[in-house]
């Protein structure tokens, strides 16, 4: 390590957004400290090309916490991320109550606290998609499944606090990421972008399918969401980490909604493919809580002073396929 590096704890270190972070903190010198569960699948490789000083078991957090060195940050990415989990004592266990345990710790320890909020907070959108962190406007928001209610339940918590000047962390920020994909997202199963998902189809030249449209406003595969390439993401926490002045509730998008038409399209020509998209039903279970449009107000993440360029939906496609899935190891 240099005598400017630091000691930082990243949780969820080993999954898709948490091992682009260790990735980029561990290449720059810091001695990065993992909570996670590597489980048994192929995890382990999220982390294998970087240097990783120790490994947490979630289980023994707080009590690794008691007996800690000092830190100099939390990245808070650890929780349950599936869309489709039902269990709510098994979502509180995971997403708000190591949230709130990291907050007060790392407000009794003045350490900088940067967490996963979601975009998931912001429910069918029809309050649209600005990151005001008021109690007000968090109170307008209905979240439309268990884990975004997880993600809105810590930010409500987070106003109330700021609301009656209570003690929070000499800086804390929490990250509303919308639709993220990059490297190292290949454990998620089905929760893996369709990026991921589709490019074996799409390298074999077979027709990648997607969800026909049931709503008059927009064409099949017309549906549009804020697709942001990890390494953006990682950029702006890095930034984070480098401007502890800055604090609050912020999106993490680019602020420019595209199809799912877009995306496939990008993907057949990163893989110097022929197009051949098929459009299939939306599936009934969950026809009536489909987003059609998601798009990142990012005012404030500018205005509070973030001046780095994102990746177009076509170029972050080009470089993920190109420079990962396209490759016999794909990993970071």
């Known amino acids: 390590m240099t005598s400017s590096s ?95 345990l990291l907050w007060d710790w790392c407000t009794a ?37 268990l884990y975004g209610y997880s993600k809105h339940a810590f930010d409500k918590f987070v106003a109330q606090v700021e609301a009656k000047s209570g003690p929070t962390p000499p800086q804390w920020a929490g990250l509303k990421f919308f639709n993220v994909y990059g490297p190292n997202e290949y454990h998620k199963g089905n929760m893996k972008s369709v990026i991921a998902q589709a490019y074996p189809k799409v390298a074999k030249g077979e027709p990648v399918t997607l969800f026909k449209s049931h709503h008059p406003d927009y064409e099949d595969g017309g549906q549009l969401r804020d697709f942001v390439y990890v390494k953006d ?5 890095l930034w984070l980490l480098e401007t502890p002045s800055v604090s609050g509730l912020f999106n993490l998008g680019t602020g420019s909604a595209r199809s799912f038409k877009d995306l496939a399209l990008a993907t057949y020509k990163a893989a110097g493919k022929d197009p051949n998209i098929q459009y299939i039903d939306t599936p009934v279970s969950i026809r009536d809580k489909y987003q059609y449009f998601t798009e990142a107000n990012m005012q404030k993440l500018r205005a509070a002073g973030y001046g780095g360029n994102f990746y177009s939906l076509e170029d972050g496609i080009a470089d993920y396929v190109q420079s990962y899935l396209a490759k016999e190891d794909p990993y970071l």
Request: glycine share 8%; net charge negative; with cysteine.
């Open 233 to 237: 993401c990682v950029k702006v926490i």
């Open 6 to 100: 630091r000691r930082i704890l990243v949780t969820g270190g080993a999954g898709f957004i948490g091992s682009n972070i260790v990735a980029a903190l561990s290449d720059r010198g810091d001695e990065v400290i993992v909570c996670d569960w590597l489980e048994t699948e192929d995890k382990w490789k999220n982390l294998a090309k970087h240097v990783v000083t120790d490994f947490v078991d979630p289980d023994d957090l707080e009590a690794w916490l008691k007996k800690s060195d000092k830190l100099d940050a939390v990245i808070h990415m650890g929780a349950i991320s599936a869309t489709t989990e039902t269990d709510g004592d098994l979502i509180l266990k995971r997403n708000f109550r190591p949230t709130r």
């Open 109 to 145: 320890h003045k350490i900088s606290f940067i967490y996963a909020s979601s975009a998931a907070t912001y429910g069918d959108g029809n309050c649209g998609f600005d990151d005001d962190q008021s109690s007000d406007a968090l109170a307008n928001l209905q979240p439309l499944n």
